[in-house]
């Protein structure tokens, strides 16, 4: 098993940054992708970027956010921040090399969310 825990979520005004870091733990794995998503309340869960050897990010976070990966560790520097990035944040890992790293059905371990809340 792996476990996710994420941090570094809080309040913040429009304009503002934040830095989200995910530590994974357990069961070691080599290849493999990481990635974030978000939920905002009453919205589905969406993918907001990921790291393979590659990066994606979701065409609303592009040029504002930025993924980086330093082994088992995730982080995800937010910048520009809007009300609308307000949502409970989640790292994902996957063990295996996923197809479509933007769906959330490749990943296999979720973190527990931190919140992000952006103020106008």
């Known amino acids: 098993q792996v476990q996710l825990v994420e941090s570094g979520g809080g309040l913040v005004q429009a304009g503002g940054s934040l830095r989200l870091s995910c530590v994974a733990s357990?069961?070691?794995?080599?290849?493999?992708?990481m990635a974030w998503f978000r939920q905002a309340p009453g919205k589905e869960r969406e993918f907001v970027a990921a790291v393979t050897w590659i990066t994606y990010y979701a065409n609303s976070v592009k040029g504002r956010f930025t993924i980086s990966r330093d082994n088992a560790k995730v982080y995800l520097q937010m910048n520009s921040l809007q009300p609308e990035d307000t949502a409970v944040y989640y790292c994902a890992a996957t063990p295996v090399p996923p197809r479509l790293a933007m769906k959330s059905d490749e990943y296999a371990y979720w973190g527990q969310g931190t919140q992000v809340t952006v103020s106008s």
């Open positions: 357990g069961r070691t794995f080599s290849t493999s992708a």
